[in-house]
């Protein structure tokens, strides 16, 4: 679902990203973790496609992001951690106006939008104003702008921000049912539980390179056999990953 060969991206003098390599399958949850700095926000708008990489290759179900853009992100859904909405919009109009820029007709988009609102607890709130919303809500309704167009392949960044423990659950079940679909979730979190929880792969990424990758035992496995958790493997990877850059 998604193939990156060799991306880099470099701002002038830094390189944000070294040559990285990624295969994601088709109907799999996958997990991209990291510390703060690391290269993940900078690797997943390069995959929605908001940003270039400087060098490398990148396919998205196949359909090729440099040669084909427009092909490319109608595969995707992309959910980020900060939702952007137009705040001046009602849920309903938010929807419409997503639909609108996917090319879907009028009953698609009230058919399936009303679906996803009363799915997600939105449905009395359709004819609200946006900037009314909690911060949860806006999460909701910026899940719901993803999934309207069906899309082949979700990214999320940072999804159980503002959602109570409820509204966790809820999510943490439709990146499961998103994959038994035979779609992907591509999802990026520092909720190490919830990672543990969903994912049946990984890729931690530290200071832009790829470190470990693969399911959490072949991780575990890997490099920190003892551990009890993914977060003891985790900072055990990046503890690693710093005593050998130490010098002598």
């Not at 998103?178 to 990026?188: C, E, I, Q």
Request: hydrophobic share 40%; aromatic share 8%; proline share 4%.
């Amino acid at each position: 679902m998604i193939r990156t060969q060799a991306i880099e991206k470099r701002y002038r003098g830094f390189q944000a990203l070294h040559p990285l390599d990624l295969e994601v399958r088709r109907g799999e949850v996958f997990g991209f973790l990291g510390p703060n700095g690391a290269g993940k926000t900078t690797t997943i708008r390069i995959l929605s496609g908001i940003l270039p990489p400087t060098s490398g290759e990148l396919w998205i179900d196949g359909v090729d992001m440099v040669a084909d853009p427009v092909g490319a992100k109608a595969k995707i859904g992309y959910i980020p951690d900060r939702p952007y909405l137009y705040e001046k919009l009602t849920a309903r109009e938010m929807l419409r106006f997503i639909g609108g820029l996917y090319g879907m007709d009028e009953a698609a988009i009230e058919g399936s939008g009303g679906r996803l609102l009363e799915e997600y607890g939105l449905g009395e709130f359709a004819n609200e104003l946006v900037e009314g919303f909690s911060h949860g809500m806006k999460q909701r309704l910026s899940l719901c702008c993803a999934m309207l167009h069906e899309p082949e392949l979700l990214i999320v960044d940072e999804p159980m921000v503002g959602l109570d423990p409820r509204g966790s659950r809820q999510i943490k079940q439709v990146f499961r049912d998103w994959a038994a679909m035979g779609r992907t979730v591509f999802l990026s979190t520092h909720s190490l539980d919830v990672a543990q929880e969903v994912c049946d792969r990984l890729a931690i990424i530290h200071k832009g390179r790829i470190v470990a990758q693969g399911s959490y035992e072949e991780i575990r496995d890997q490099n920190q056999g003892g551990a009890q958790d993914l977060e003891e493997v985790f900072l055990a990877i990046l503890e690693d990953q710093d005593s050998a850059k130490e010098p002598a």
